[in-house]
């Protein structure tokens, strides 16, 4: 594959790209590879530009439109991705849309006004309307001289999520022959990037791979002793941070989430058989941050452009390392420090290895489908049992060299890999009852004899008299369990197909018995260590006005119908927090404060900043550079260590709001404003559904309400204020559906309990 020389670097043009930049988005320089996929967007060049999930490619086709005054058209895979992306945008002052299924017709008739009038910059779309006929002559029509193709592995059938209708995106070339088309994408490898280029016929395109490691991830796999247990291990280092826990199957996102609420954490499960308003008020409540903890398939996250997820937990094993790319690429995207736990087990091989043969039943060439699909489950299983830095294995799989000898940042180069004492005689112990039971019995089956089960299946059978009988009965079930799964993994034994698999010896077995070849076992438990980085992102950083600062921005973000971090990131609050400035010009110089958001919300923070530094008595307007802290420092970072100081003024708040008092007595009694009291009120409801809501919501209201939020199949304040005549303000709307919401939860709890109970 050819690739031509960058566009020359024009001083101008290179300028008129950072003004942009920092005047529309607030920042002050360009990560790594977004200049020249710029410059290529502006000299319509056709690219092919690979940057790993957080490394700013949407700002790679969002620039160039808007120096030229032209509309490029985006193709986006997801309705919730492009959304986000339109809001985030407008946020900004950036004029963009998106026409999709869920769009009126009034909404779609102003869209394609505005593109006749070119009010648009970027107009996003999905693949299969877009080559429609219709709409693909209707395109011809408004001079369209540039694609962007987000997700453009979709498009390549060695990909991990090739998707059919993204082959019709061939079109584009006969159909716009003087248009550029520029894909996009964070996971591909060298052999998947071939494929892009040529499936979508790219001329001489300019090839941009970015860096795939991403150092400010901690990456950690964990033999799976009790998944739940060890999930809430993890989240408990994450309170009242943003976690994903990606699940396999929609049972197991319930049973997970059901377990964390149990055990006192804000979660929820997420899946595509929800019916479409409960997944939605999931989806809005952790894009809000009115919600910590969402337990997923994976199709979660892929439109969920939350910046501040502090943590990825993988319940079970991803069946590729591209989707183990993508899915972990989604923590950490603000750069600040993020966490990847993966927990894995041989059986979760097993698992996909069925699940992948039973849909290569549905596919054209289903032994195709398997020998591309088996492929990629090797190499996760693989990258999952070795034990070699995480960062350096991900940067290899990919196809480039990893320069560093100590990541600092995964379980192998913190030296929590812990090898078990004795490894090789454990094995043998394992291997002579396999052997001794004659290779006739399942994993479950040599556990029991293991463990010296006392059941009446095996006194039957005479095997509480094998000499191997209870001979490792200091273990628990799941421990041994994990350990011959282990020996599976590294060929010593092998477990047949089937409905009823059997374990039986391979001929390293013999080897390992007669002492030959020695065996390492991973010990199923980990110390979880800090890990050491060049800078500290929380130094300087007040921790309580930060907090406070995040209870504004869901304030504002609710009012706006967006997510939370569509106001401001949390490297953006963490800057604040530390410059604390306290004019309108101060805030200019915090990193991603551009010219409307700082029109929009500067003072309002400003003013939240100086009233908060007055009553604690801290200094304000701070020089950041006196802490030696830059914008582009906070790359490699390490975990934040200590706790936030407690907030009285909002205990004090929760305390009179508990006896039904008035929001406005309670915003007059503590200084906050009374939207910041309904954010606090709606806390409040969530962690105890049985408060009276009617002290602040007569009976009518909250009936008329809900009945708008039913029929509309929406719970977005904007569309629900529009729809009550503007007659209900947002924050009376917002206490009505965090209530309808800790009912809805009460009751599935208590329903749940009630059918555990009868069963």
């Not at 989806?283 to 501040?308: H, K, P």
Request: aromatic share 6%; hydrophobic share 40%.
């Amino acid at each position: 594959m050819m690739t031509e020389p960058e566009p020359s670097a024009d001083t101008s043009t290179d300028r008129r790209i950072l003004n942009a930049v920092h005047s529309v988005w607030g920042f002050d320089t360009l990560r790594p590879l977004q200049m020249e996929a710029i410059r290529a967007g502006l000299a319509q060049q056709d690219s092919l530009v690979v940057l790993p999930t957080g490394g700013g490619k949407s700002l790679c086709y969002q620039v160039p439109p808007l120096i030229t005054d032209r509309m490029d058209v985006v193709v986006s895979p997801l309705i919730s991705l492009m959304r986000d992306q339109v809001d985030a945008l407008r946020q900004n002052g950036y004029p963009a849309a998106a026409i999709h299924s869920s769009l009126t017709t009034a909404e779609r008739d102003r869209i394609r006004q505005g593109m006749r009038d070119n009010v648009f910059r970027l107009l996003f779309i999905s693949p299969e309307r877009l080559v429609s006929a219709g709409f693909m002559n209707y395109l011809q029509q408004q001079n369209i001289r540039s694609f962007a193709i987000d997700e453009a592995h979709c498009i390549s059938q060695w990909g991990h999520d090739f998707r059919p209708e993204y082959r019709q995106l061939a079109q584009l070339r006969d159909r716009f022959p003087n248009a550029s088309v520029h894909a996009y994408t964070a996971t591909a490898t060298e052999r998947v990037r071939a494929d892009i280029v040529e499936r979508l016929s790219l001329r001489t395109p300019n090839v941009l791979v970015g860096t795939f490691d991403r150092p400010n991830l901690t990456y950690r796999i964990i033999p799976m002793i009790d998944v739940e247990a060890q999930t809430l291990e993890v989240i408990r280092r994450h309170a009242n941070e943003a976690v994903i826990v990606y699940c396999l199957s929609r049972k197991d996102t319930e049973a997970m989430a059901e377990f964390l609420a149990a055990n006192g954490v804000n979660a929820a499960a997420y899946h595509a058989g929800m019916e479409s308003v409960r997944r939605c008020a999931v989806q809005d409540a952790f894009a809000g941050e009115q919600l910590d903890v969402v337990c997923a398939t994976v199709a979660f996250g892929m439109g969920i452009d939350r910046s501040n997820v502090r943590c990825v937990i993988h319940a079970s094993m991803p069946k590729s390392i591209e989707h183990y790319q993508q899915e972990t690429g989604r923590a950490g995207r603000d750069g600040l420090e993020a966490e990847c736990v993966l927990f894995y087990t041989a059986a979760g091989v097993l698992r996909w290895d069925r699940l992948i043969r039973k849909s290569a039943e549905q596919s054209d060439d289903p032994d195709a489908t398997i020998r591309a699909a088996t492929e990629l489950l090797k190499h996760i299983s693989a990258f999952c049992t070795m034990a070699k830095c995480r960062h350096r294995s991900l940067t290899e799989y990919f196809g480039q060299k990893y320069d560093k000898t100590d990541c600092g940042a995964c379980d192998v180069c913190l030296n929590e890999v812990e090898i078990m004492e004795d490894s090789t005689t454990i094995a043998q112990k394992i291997l002579s009852c396999v052997a001794r039971l004659g290779q006739q019995f399942g994993v479950k089956y040599v556990v029991d004899i293991l463990r010296g089960a006392n059941t009446e299946t095996v006194r039957q059978r005479g095997h509480d008299t094998l000499s191997t009988y209870g001979i490792l009965n200091q273990w628990q079930d799941k421990v041994l369990n994990q350990l011959v799964y282990q020996l599976i993994d590294l060929g010593v034994l092998q477990r047949t197909s089937g409905d009823r698999p059997i374990v039986q010896l391979t001929e390293q077995s013999r080897s390992v018995l007669r002492g030959e070849q020695p065996v390492q076992l991973v010990k199923p438990a980990a110390v979880f260590k800090t890990t050491q980085s060049q800078t500290e992102s929380w130094e300087g950083v007040d921790h309580a006005l930060f907090d406070h600062l995040r209870e504004l921005r869901k304030t504002y973000a609710a009012e706006r119908s967006v997510p939370a971090y569509v106001i401001f990131s949390d490297a953006t609050l963490r800057d604040l927090a530390r410059r604390r400035p306290t004019t309108t010009q101060a805030m200019r110089e915090v990193h991603g404060v551009g010219v409307k958001k700082l029109a929009d919300f500067g003072e309002a923070f400003t003013i939240a900043i100086a009233e908060y530094c007055t009553a604690h008595e801290i200094d304000v307007d701070c020089d950041a550079d006196a802490a030696g802290i830059t914008i582009t420092q906070v790359d490699i970072v390490r975990p934040k260590s200590g706790r936030s100081r407690p907030n009285p003024e909002k205990e004090r708040a929760m305390d009179m709001l508990r006896d039904g008092a008035a929001l406005a007595e309670v915003a007059e009694a503590t200084g906050r404003a009374p939207s910041t009291i309904a954010g606090y009120l709606c806390e409040l409801i969530a962690d105890e559904p049985t408060i009276d809501i009617h002290n602040w919501v007569d009976v009518a209201t909250y009936e008329r309400i809900i009945s708008a939020a039913t029929k509309m199949n929406d719970q977005h304040l904007r569309p629900l204020f529009e729809a009550l005549n503007e007659q209900v303000s947002y924050e009376t709307i917002k206490l009505v559906l965090a209530h309808s919401e800790a009912q809805f939860s009460a009751n599935s709890t208590a329903d749940d309990q009630s059918t555990s109970v009868t069963n």
